[in-house]
């Protein structure tokens, strides 16, 4: 069976840096493309950073490039999101994602971990 935990979130002012954990169970993480998602008060889940199984490259949206990074660990089986310069527009449930084909639909994702960005 394969989870996804989430954890690291929490409150913290803008400009401020976390930095999300995701543990993976049940899945290599060398067969899967890892990834962030985000989803906001009202609004739709989205896109945040992905992590290629193949080449290791990484692709972030635009709204975080250059902010947040995208890491992982394959000892831990845990991949990172470093999150820097903190905005409140970043305040959202961040959850991790993982797929095994190279296109398509997202298989797995985790449960959540709340990001507040506020002073």
């Known amino acids: 069976q394969v989870r996804l935990v989430e954890s690291g979130g929490g409150l913290v002012e803008p400009g401020g840096s976390l930095r999300l954990s995701c543990v993976a169970s049940?899945?290599?993480?060398?067969?899967?493309?890892m990834g962030w998602f985000r989803q906001a008060q009202g609004k739709e889940r989205e896109f945040v950073a992905r992590?290629?199984?193949?080449?290791?490259?990484?692709i972030y949206a635009d709204s975080v490039k250059g902010r947040f990074t995208i890491s992982t660990d394959s000892a831990k089986k845990t991949l990172y999101l470093q999150m820097n310069s903190l905005k409140p527009e970043d305040t959202a449930v961040y959850f991790c994602?993982?797929?095994?084909?190279?296109?398509?639909?997202?298989?797995?994702y985790g449960q959540g971990t709340q990001v507040t960005v506020s002073s």
């Open positions: 049940g899945l290599s993480m060398s067969d899967y493309h």
């Open positions: 992590l290629s199984r193949i080449n290791g490259i990484t």
């Open positions: 994602a993982a797929r095994r084909a190279d296109y398509g639909a997202w298989n797995y």
